[in-house]
């Protein structure tokens, strides 16, 4: 298998901007962090070129081995191409097993074919971060949050359902003042006008109307015609003392 099934050619086009900027945010900084804890761990040089010294996968597959002992149980020789990308291989699977999250780890093309040296770069780093929270000595990397887990006793967790949570509101500091029994009416009162509060329960409340200042003067029983009266139609004395028109009976 040769090496011109695996290498692209230059890149034109929206490709080649991706790349361009895809190497802009790699850091000489970081590179230089990440060589030397790699080869102080490892005890082997990379090389000139820090990518392609790790191409291959060999020094990759030493690296995790040190920070976890029998990680990869075998590390190819890198004689053909399909050896460097299962040396690879390996050591993405191994560092996911060690505790580096799916999203941060870069896929084998991204080093074999120098397609975004940048995701390898974040890799390393998250590596490194990890290590750091197992309690390595890497000079790199921020050292995760443990994780805290809580255990309460049976009894505790039955006690608390019976608690009303904050969720549910509180009654605390509440009363029945002002309350009245369910059906009843509830009056109003208002100081301005100077009346007295009511003492009980016969008293009409504002949310009823009011009859204050009302009378029955005018009314008449129920079923009888109320008759309405205009002086410039109608004769006085043609209505009797009961507000009837008796004009009709008097012609008869």
Request: charged share 25%; net charge positive.
């Amino acid at each position: 298998m040769s090496n011109a099934n695996f290498n692209r050619g230059p890149a034109y086009g929206l490709s080649a901007e991706v790349k361009n900027k895809l190497a802009q945010k790699y850091d000489p900084q970081r590179e230089r962090e990440l060589r030397a804890w790699i080869e102080g761990a490892t005890g082997r040089r990379i090389g000139d070129n820090f990518m392609d010294g790790l191409k291959d996968g060999v020094i990759l597959c030493e690296l995790i081995n040190k920070l976890q002992p029998g990680s990869v149980q075998k590390v190819n020789d890198p004689v053909q191409n399909w050896h460097k990308l299962e040396n690879i291989g390996n050591f993405l699977r191994a560092i996911t097993r060690y505790g580096v999250k799916p999203h941060d780890i870069f896929e084998a093309n991204d080093l074999f074919e120098n397609t975004n040296h940048t995701q390898v770069q974040s890799t390393l780093i998250a590596l490194a971060s990890q290590a750091k929270t197992k309690g390595n000595n890497v000079g790199l990397g921020v050292k995760y949050a443990e994780k805290q887990q809580r255990r309460f006793h049976p009894e505790k967790l039955r006690e608390g359902r019976n608690i009303i949570g904050l969720q549910m509101g509180t009654n605390k500091f509440a009363s029945q003042q002002g309350m009245t029994a369910y059906g009843t009416r509830r009056h109003l009162y208002d100081p301005k006008l100077g009346t007295d509060q009511p003492l009980d329960q016969a008293t009409i409340s504002l949310q009823m109307g009011t009859n204050k200042g009302a009378s029955q003067q005018g009314m008449t029983v129920y079923g009888l015609p109320r008759q309405v009266y205009d002086p410039k139609y109608c004769d006085a004395g043609l209505l009797g003392l009961d507000g009837l028109d008796h004009s009709l009976y008097n012609s008869q």
